[in-house]
């Protein structure tokens, strides 16, 4: 129980931390920003299906936390350039 919850606070932290780091990219460099995001998920998403040598289950809860913040802030980003484009 201890470990789990252990688990489940450095996701919330890992997610926390890299959607307010990708929050201040978009705001900082809007144009550039999906495009980078989507080359970093790519990349991400390489890195979680290499891991033959074995994260552990503290590395697998960051890692999984990184792509679902990634994952978060991409699928905010296209919903909003839908929006915008409704608006227009």
């Known amino acids: 129980m201890f470990i789990t919850n252990?688990?489940?606070?450095l996701?919330?932290?890992t997610f926390d931390s890299v959607y307010g780091a990708l929050?201040?990219?978009?705001?900082q460099?809007?144009?550039q920003a999906e495009q980078r995001i989507r080359g970093i998920l790519?990349?991400?998403y390489i890195r979680q299906?290499?891991?033959w040598t074995g994260r552990g289950?503290?590395?697998?809860?960051?890692?999984d936390a990184s792509i679902s913040a990634y994952e978060s802030i991409l699928h905010e980003l296209t919903f909003s350039k839908v929006?915008?484009?409704d608006l227009n």
């Open 49 to 51: 299906g290499n891991d």
């Open 83 to 85: 929006n915008s484009a």
């Open 23 to 27: 929050a201040g990219m978009i705001r």
């Open 57 to 63: 289950a503290i590395g697998n809860a960051a890692m």
């Open 42 to 44: 790519k990349n991400l």
């Open 11 to 13: 996701y919330d932290e």
């Open 29 to 31: 460099e809007p144009e």
């Open 6 to 9: 252990c688990i489940e606070e």
